[in-house]
């Protein structure tokens, strides 16, 4: 079982282009996370999505969507990327029973010039 | 508003020397925390969660109500620790984690 996959490990895009962030999971998990991760300010919870056919904002959505594809994949767009979202993504999951343990992916090293 | 705090961004201490990383929460309801751990390139994973009360490699954590604090303790530090720790509550189905804070273990 692979656990919490991530595509692509590292992406480096310039100001104003778009581009999609995979995340998929093989625990048969229902709720499913995206943060972001910067120095000196912890993970921040960008969107999640408790169930298949729900999302919601986190903490700081702005400037992001989300889709909840199906059970299994979770993904994170960036319509027009700017500096300010160069960060570390991190997916995470969970069963969604309430105060489970969280399952992340290795992470996306996104660079915004 | 639920918040975690972590006042060390950086915590060093030697090889042996006990160690303990604070975190001090704000949160009206009855609280569910826990410490994730982040080792050099490997993926964020949970260490140990107050409910289960357990010791996960030689370190300890006890929920202080009175306090609002759930430090993480272990008498003797070893260099395979050097990592970074957060500490995490639960709400509504979310984790609100706080800042982390860096433990360097040196020889």
């Known amino acids: 079982n692979a656990g919490v996959t991530q595509t692509p490990k590292f992406q480096v895009l310039k100001t104003g282009q778009s581009m999609t962030l995979q995340c998929a999971q093989d625990m048969n998990h229902n709720s499913m996370y995206w943060y972001r991760q910067d120095p000196g300010m912890g993970l921040r919870l960008i969107y999640y999505s408790a169930s298949e056919g729900t999302t919601d904002k986190g903490e700081v959505p702005n400037g992001y969507n989300v889709s909840r594809l199906n059970k299994r994949e979770f993904s994170l767009r960036l319509e027009s990327a700017a500096p300010s979202q160069t960060s570390v993504y991190f997916c995470?999951?969970?069963?969604?029973?309430?105060?489970?343990?969280?399952?992340f992916g290795p992470g996306t090293r996104l660079t915004v010039l | 508003a639920q918040r975690v705090t972590q006042p060390e961004k950086l915590l060093s201490v030697f090889k042996g020397a006990p160690v303990e990383l604070k975190c001090n929460y704000s949160y009206s309801g009855s609280p569910e925390l826990f410490w994730y751990v982040q080792y050099s390139r490997q993926r964020l994973q949970l260490l140990l969660r107050h409910i289960s009360r357990e010791s996960i490699k030689g370190f300890t954590a006890d929920l202080n109500k009175g306090e609002t604090s759930f430090h993480l303790k272990k008498p003797f530090a070893q260099e395979e620790d050097s990592a970074m720790y957060y500490c995490a509550l639960s709400t509504f189905q979310k984790l609100v984690f706080g800042t982390g804070t860096r433990l360097l273990v040196s020889p």
């Open positions: 995470a999951t969970d069963p969604g029973q309430g105060a489970d343990e969280q399952f």
